[in-house]
């Protein structure tokens, strides 16, 4: 069994036990059912960076990356780093995060939250809205083209941006539907954790026009954002590059100015 099977098995228990705590009645009568989402694709198709950074406190890949900082300072210090969306991970076994970080980070900025999450069940992108996401992940390589369909169809009902992630061809061909808004590759693949942006790079040509591209994973130089973007990639997901400093928000900063250089 690989570890994204391991995460995917353990989900499913995770979320069947969530149903029985809070129903979904009490998920929908939450306060943030009424906010309005902000559109990630729309500010990426708009930026000139396309930087979406993430909070994200360790990984199975890099154990732990930063356990000390507060979401809360390090969503501010995104959002004034001019970053154009924040991925927060809600995953707690496997990554340390966990929904209040989610509810944090809304507190605190306006920017789109992205809720990076093994998502499997309708439960969880009723759960995303309630907590504050603008958009959801769909990652591919755990679901059937039904349930990609069936996911992010309700995700769009609520006014919810969908990133759907793929790894290659295979999973890229059976995800292209309308209710997607953008497609990001992951560099990294799930399955033995090597990393390389020849990912994004083979499978761009393949990614139709009316998705927004997003570059996953190892992305850590100005020169890899740059080549990238000659692939017609317009958002770069980097989490591990800013968590692992001491000051996240900072970073960004000073990576964002010399990007715009």
Do not use: W
């Not at 998920?27 to 943030?32: F, G, I």
């Not at 732990?64 to 959002?79: E, H, R, S, T």
């Not at 995700?155 to 808004?181: C, F, N, T, W, Y």
């Amino acid at each position: 069994m690989n570890i994204l099977d391991k995460i995917v098995a353990d989900k499913r228990k995770e979320v069947e036990l969530k149903k029985t705590l809070i129903t979904l009645p009490q998920l929908e009568a939450s306060v943030m059912m009424e906010h309005t989402s902000v559109s990630l694709a729309a500010v990426l198709r708009k930026s000139s960076t396309g930087i979406i950074a993430e909070h994200k406190r360790r990984s199975p890949s890099k154990s732990v990356i930063n356990q000390n900082l507060n979401v809360q300072d390090v969503a501010k210090g995104y959002a004034d780093a001019g970053v154009c969306g924040m991925s927060v991970l809600t995953d707690g076994k496997y990554f340390g995060g966990s929904l209040d970080d989610l509810l944090l980070a809304r507190a605190t900025v306006n920017i789109p939250l992205l809720r990076k999450e093994f998502i499997i069940d309708e439960y969880q992108i009723v759960e995303a809205k309630a907590y504050g996401a603008d958009v959801i992940l769909l990652i591919a390589a755990i679901l059937s083209r039904e349930e990609i369909k069936t996911l992010s169809e309700l995700a769009k009902s609520l006014g919810l941006d969908v990133l759907l992630e793929v790894h290659d061809r295979e999973e890229l061909q059976k995800s292209i539907m309308p209710s997607l808004d953008m497609l990001g590759v992951n560099n990294r693949n799930l399955k033995t954790f090597e990393v390389s942006l020849d990912t994004s790079k083979s499978l761009a040509a393949q990614i139709p026009d009316d998705f927004v591209k997003v570059s996953e994973s190892g992305i850590s130089s100005i020169g890899a954002i740059q080549e990238l973007k000659e692939f017609g990639y317009q958002g770069f997901l980097i989490g591990e590059n800013f968590m692992k400093t001491d000051d996240p928000g900072a970073s960004a900063k000073e990576f964002i100015d010399e990007l715009n250089k």
